[in-house]
């Protein structure tokens, strides 16, 4: 089979007519073989002599979409200068759009010799052991799908896994269970739409790597957070298997869900790869080019510099590794029409150099890109580097998960002493992180639990983390779930624990529902899933992380409590406003948009909210100035609430606010007391509200 010299744009496997055009990055290689496999696993090499600007390159005629393939890269194995080549190992294509596959570990997936350090060198071809990129055909029939770019003050988004979500689900076929044509399916839809869900939040999709340690003890990379391929889609994850079909699935996953209002959204891992430290397999990027595509210790680069906890870094300081990711992010929106990204610790791409630097070429990039810039861009705002913790600190086209958030909720309905300030800021957009630098409320992704620790249900069942299945003998996840259980560690029949987690839960959903900024819920919170106390179920793909469906029947009364919150935020703008507050104090007859009153209905003075010890705090929304206009311009009103909150341990009595706040107030919810009527009680200024431990009471005015 020959080679023509072909392009060297697009990099990857791009199907022309009568062949296909490769083109691979290797700027420190000395040589580069493309390798092409039939059905049974034969292997032909062919060199690709073309080589400019770094771009190995060649058009073979007669190969089209289904070809198997991969690459092996001739030059110096020279660890301590950062140099790893070696041609006996088969290499991932980077821009691969379709790998078929999972590692099949052994001794010779490594570039060293099996029992020896990492400066030996191996001469064990792996080829047999290695997944196979695949030539795709991007024909599809999108059938006039277009961004839906709903507005961010709109949206609620749902944490979810393709797996984990549809592996038990009762009303999906079992073929596709587990799958995207599994997340397509009207079933799952059904349940997104009932809850209010206008984007779900993916777990990584990109082709990742099971890693041999956890693979060896029976377990599975269930998170996907070692990514290998930014450009395709997992195969493990397609009900067709492989051979490109996953492609296809996915784009039908896509289009189905915009079909029914709701956005994708992927978390996307930049920041490291799947190949590890030092000490890790050879699969793609440290024998296509070590030194480019990683960060290597300036005076040591046999070793990764590593903010990841994960043993290396990605290197978006190398133009091409940057290019890399950015043609990755554009591929996913321009031809997969996804809608946004959440970037696992994202605060490592800001490295430039050491310190994380908020005007880094990312970001720069992005914030200039027609393409980019207008989607949803969502940063985990941490890494594990010195100066690492970034909340508030990102450029402003962005939204972060708002760790904060997360922090002060657990604290205030736990009933620690903290200062009633910070839980004001949270519940208000916490314009203290975002307002300055021109950012909105919507910056704040506001959230209880994620992916990353225990379930709501499990929250307030345990103390302690109970991980181990996990085999890490309890070293591994947090540990500081400090005064949850109430006396009882896990599922209990005491009624009066039992109630009170319960309302617990229906707390954290309500603040979280009627805080400002974009709520963002685990999947499965709504009815009480559980890891049994597994907080860092990263290994788990069994029943310890998939969602139980049987406890939608279970707890049909927290899912309905759920729905309602969600179709109340939906009907009241006043739980989601597009631009901050102008004040916080209440004198004399002055109309403000929001207020702030203590249990005897009285403003809260500058003593009260430095209070550590005080717990019961209310909330006042004026709906007449909520500074929104409509799509014709219109001024958007709403209904006036007051938010009571009692955090303490006993029952306290509020007084409603006399003046010009209102006459008459009526409930509209209530955490102590889910099932009754909105409106079904009205309480006039003056009057007072008893409330329960540890409840949370809305009330609407209606005069």
């Known amino acids: 089979m020959e080679v023509w010299p072909g392009d060297t744009y697009p990099l990857g496997a791009t199907p022309k007519e009568g062949g296909t055009n490769f083109a691979v990055f290797s700027e420190h290689g000395e040589g580069v073989e493309l390798c092409l496999f039939d059905a ?7 060199p690709l002599e073309e080589a400019r600007a770094f771009v190995w390159h060649g058009f073979v005629p007669g190969v089209g979409p289904g070809q198997r393939y ?17 041609p006996n190992k088969l290499l991932l294509d980077p821009y691969a759009k379709a790998i078929e596959g999972d590692v099949s570990w052994g001794p010779d997936a490594y570039g060293y010799k099996a029992g020896g350090d990492d400066l030996t060198f191996s001469d064990a071809d792996d080829a047999a052991l290695m997944p196979k990129c695949v030539v795709v055909d991007e024909g599809f029939d999108w059938d006039g799908d277009a961004p839906l770019r709903i507005p961010w003050h709109e949206t609620v988004i749902y944490e979810t896994h393709v797996k984990g979500f549809t592996q038990l689900h ?3 076929p079992q073929e596709e269970r587990g799958t995207y044509a599994g997340l397509a399916h009207p079933a799952a839809i059904e349940h997104l739409q009932l809850l209010g869900i206008t984007a779900v939040e993916l777990m990584p999709v990109h082709h990742f790597v099971h890693p041999q340690h956890l693979v060896d003890n029976g377990l599975r990379n269930y998170w996907g957070y070692d990514s290998i391929g930014y450009l395709a889609p997992y195969s493990g994850y397609s009900a067709v298997g492989g051979g490109g079909g996953q492609v ?32 890790g397999p050879t699969l793609s990027f440290r024998g296509l080019d070590n030194s480019a595509y990683y960060r290597l210790v300036d005076d040591d680069q046999r070793f990764y510099f590593d903010v990841t906890g994960t043993g290396n870094s990605f290197n978006p300081r190398n133009p091409q590794a940057l290019k890399l990711i950015m043609d990755s992010l554009r591929y996913w929106v321009t031809e997969m029409h996804v809608d946004g990204f959440r970037f696992d610790l994202a605060a490592a791409l800001a490295r430039q150099f050491h310190e994380v630097d908020r005007l880094s070429a990312f970001f720069d990039i992005i914030h200039q890109d027609p393409v980019l810039s207008r989607t949803k861009l969502i940063a985990e705002p941490w890494d594990v580097g010195e100066g690492g913790y970034q909340v508030g600190n990102f450029p402003p086209l962005w939204s972060e998960w708002n760790g904060k958030y997360r922090d002060t909720m657990r604290d205030f309905w736990r009933g620690e002493d903290h200062s009633l300030a910070d839980f004001a800021f949270r519940l208000t957009g916490s314009s203290d992180l ?16 994620a992916h990353d620790g225990f379930t709501l249900n499990d929250l307030v069942s345990y103390n302690d983390k109970h991980n181990e299945a996990n085999g890490e003998g309890g070293a591994d996840g947090d540990n500081n779930n400090r005064s949850w259980n109430h006396g009882v560690e896990g599922p209990t029949d005491d009624p009066s624990v039992h109630g009170l987690r319960e309302r617990q839960k229906r707390n954290f959903l309500a603040t979280l529902a009627l805080s400002q900024g974009v709520p963002m819920f685990l999947g499965g919170d709504e009815m009480g899933r559980t890891q049994h106390g597994n907080n860092n179920a990263y290994c788990q793909d069994n029943e310890i992380s998939w969602l139980d469906w049987s406890l939608r029947d279970e707890n049909l009364a927290l899912l309905g409590w759920t729905r309602r919150l969600m179709d109340f935020r939906a009907r009241h703008p006043a ?8 004040g916080r104090a209440i004198y004399g007859d002055e109309i403000t948009d929001v207020g702030w009153f203590d249990p005897a209905g009285e403003p809260m003075t500058a003593e009260q909210w430095n209070e550590g010890f005080a717990k019961s705090v209310a909330l006042y929304l004026n709906g007449d100035e909520l500074g929104m206009r409509g799509p014709q311009g219109q001024q958007v009103t709403d209904d006036s609430f007051l938010l009571l909150f009692n955090a303490s341990e006993v029952s306290i009595p509020f007084t409603v ?11 509209a919810l209530d955490t102590n007391d889910p099932s009754h009527e909105e409106g079904s009680v009205v309480t006039k200024a003056g009057g007072e509200i008893q409330l329960a431990p540890r409840s949370l009471v809305v009330l609407r005015r209606v005069a």
């Open 40 to 46: 049974d696993g034969n292997e032909q090499r062919l």
């Open 70 to 86: 991969g690459f092996r890269v001739r030059g110096s194995y020279v660890p301590d200068e950062g140099l790893r080549f070696n």
């Open 170 to 172: 009762p009303g999906i």
């Open 248 to 279: 296809a699935e996915f784009k039908n996953m896509v289009k189905a869900l915009h079909s029914a209002g709701i956005e994708v959204i992927l978390d996307v891992v930049y920041n490291h790869t799947g190949e590890g430290n030092h000490l």
């Open 434 to 449: 975002y307002q300055e630098d021109g950012r909105r409320p919507f910056a704040s992704i506001n959230f209880v639990t």
């Open 575 to 582: 739980f989601r406003r597009r631009n901050w507050f102008q």
């Open 657 to 667: 606010p006399t003046g010009h706040f209102g006459n008459e107030w009526a409930s």
